[in-house]
């Protein structure tokens, strides 16, 4: 009988009551399907009259009273969370699944370095991508330039963590501005924005632009893909084409930095993410000997 007056509101302290309140909330952002963060709910479900006041005056209350506004919350809170509201909380939840890919109008930003060129990277034709939204798999059909995220993370990298506050607000790119997360995910307006791309960034740059597209004829990701095939299925005999291709883009990395004196932090730009970072995708690893050469090795197998 004790435990069943402990678990009624009547006998909640203001303390108490708010423990509960966001244990309500917590459930309500982690209903399946929801997609809504912890803090949207929290925002729209606080601004109504009827919890500011209990919030407020919980204390003086009697038990009959915190048991009647107690039912009233829980049904109001299902019906504010039930439609999201259209306005920005700063919740920091579309900075987290993911970073933005840059359109061809962001291009000023890049060429005023109100972004710097270092935060950004290039994802290329048939590199394996996942949607942020589904999680879904597939291949780019075209190359993306977009910001970085944090490493081991798919935060972007401009996410002031403690505060949900972007350090670029004022210079955004256009696809941050307009994301609106309390609508249905309007997939089409991202596959119809014109999107920037290196041949538009690095246009007037000849020797640049050759060596990206020597680079991406012999280190494209289809021809990494059927070389780690070959390798499969030689049961790992054959990994010559593999290495090969991890070969040259590292020969090409190491170009454009002495030759042709790209800084390091913009190489990612120049000719995307380094094929040894990427060889997780196909379950490898590499490994160096003392004299430099490679040798492929399944994720988990011990050198």
């Known amino acids: 009988m004790a435990d069943e007056r402990a678990e009624s509101p009547a006998a909640w302290n203001a303390e108490t009551f708010a423990a509960r309140w966001r244990e309500r909330l917590e459930g309500l952002a982690g209903e399946q399907g929801s997609g809504l963060s912890f803090e949207r709910v929290e925002y729209q479900t606080q601004q109504s009259p009827l919890y500011q006041q209990a919030a407020s005056g919980w204390a003086e209350l009697s038990g009959e009273q915190r048991e009647d506004v107690w039912q009233r919350l829980l049904e109001d809170s299902e019906r504010s969370a039930a439609e999201a509201m259209p306005v920005c909380v700063r919740c920091g939840r579309c900075c987290r699944i993911g970073s933005p890919t840059l359109e061809a109008d962001d291009l000023e930003l890049l060429q005023e370095e109100r972004i710097p060129w270092s935060e950004i990277y290039t994802m290329r034709t048939g590199e394996p991508a996942r949607s942020p939204h589904t999680q879904q798999p597939f291949f780019l059909e075209a190359e993306r330039i977009k910001i970085r995220e944090k490493p081991g993370t798919t935060e972007c990298v401009f996410l002031d963590s403690d505060t949900n506050l972007c350090r670029i607000h004022a210079d955004r790119p256009i696809q941050c501005r307009v994301q609106a997360c309390w609508e249905a995910v309007d997939g089409q307006r991202f596959l119809d924005a014109e999107h920037l791309t290196r041949k538009r960034l690095f246009g007037a740059v000849e020797p640049l632009l050759e060596v990206m597209g020597t680079h991406d004829t012999r280190c494209s990701f289809e021809r ?54 990427r060889l997780k995708l196909f379950g490898y690893r590499v490994e160096r000997s003392a004299d430099g050469t490679r040798t492929l090795l399944p994720e988990g197998e011990p050198g």
């Open 224 to 277: 990494l893909r059927d070389a780690f095939e070959t390798l499969e299925s030689s049961d790992g005999q054959n990994p010559d084409e593999a290495i090969d291709v991890l070969a040259f883009d590292e020969h090409t990395r190491e170009f454009c930095a002495q030759q042709l004196s790209v800084p390091e932090g913009v190489i990612d730009l120049v000719l995307g993410r380094s094929l040894e970072s």
